[in-house]
């Protein structure tokens, strides 16, 4: 069986508005919201998906703090696994916040979607602040053109709207079909509002719209990207 299990990993914590992650969701108070790694296992494999931030400087990036527990390193011993087993990184997209410790997984193959790699080398003015390139060009990717299966029981779905090359990962597990959200989906109250609420955040509305609706077409659960609740409500996925 191709059955996966699916952990949650907390690298931190950035304080924005709430309109940031909910399109016109017409709150401006300035809220918590977690950086979520996913650690997964399964099929000889073990995945982790999105990298975080990088060590807090005061200065970059700011609001943006973690614990010391929660440097990917750390948090990842705290379940027993170290970062050189990992065998495959997949990137939901390039942006600061999902793809700065590439370089603690040194065993690994980095997935990520050509959109986003080749945006990434000649980004508008205006979003170019979201990705730091100096860590990012130091990676070796592995490029993926579209959906596409990446092991058994593990595949990307491209997703974009909030970058360009935004991809969304498919698991399998016991209970059923996954979705990692990324930042295409940011709060389960997002995904769970009808129609679906955008993340506030985009560089094309209609497309992120149209990802919305191509996600809703896969039968599954949606594991979002920077919410709290990911946490409240099972420390692993499916729960036991």
């Not at 969304?168 to 959200?181: F, N, P, Q």
């Not at 509305?205 to 039968?219: F, H, V």
Request: aromatic residues 10%; proline residues 7%; contains cysteine.
């Amino acid at each position: 069986m191709n059955n996966f299990i699916i952990q949650p990993i907390r690298l931190g914590t950035i304080r924005r508005k709430k309109e940031n992650m909910s399109y016109q969701c017409g709150v401006k108070d300035v809220m918590d919201f977690p950086l979520i790694s996913y650690y997964l296992e399964g099929a000889s494999h073990k995945i982790v998906v999105d990298t975080g931030g990088p060590s807090p400087d005061g200065v970059k990036w700011q609001p943006y703090f973690r614990t010391e527990n929660e440097s990917p390193d750390k948090a990842l011993h705290i379940i027993g696994i170290a970062p050189e087993e990992i065998d495959i990184v997949i990137l939901t997209h390039l942006h600061w916040d999902h793809s700065s410790n590439n370089h603690l997984f040194s065993g690994a193959r980095f997935i990520v979607q050509k959109k986003e790699y080749d945006y990434l080398l000649a980004p508008e003015p205006e979003v170019k602040a979201g990705y730091d390139l100096d860590l990012l060009l130091g990676t070796e990717y592995e490029f993926v053109d579209g959906d596409c299966s990446i092991v058994p029981g593990v595949s990307v779905v491209l997703a974009p709207g909030h970058s360009t090359g935004m991809q969304c990962v498919v698991v399998e597990t016991e209970g059923g079909k996954y979705i990692l959200g990324g930042d295409l989906i940011t709060l389960f109250e997002n995904w769970e509002a009808e129609p679906h609420i955008p993340n506030g955040i985009y560089y094309d509305l209609d497309l992120i719209l149209e990802s919305l609706e191509k996600i809703n077409r896969i039968p599954g659960t949606v594991l979002p990207g920077h919410d709290q609740e990911v946490f409240n409500r099972s420390l692993m996925y499916p729960p036991n």
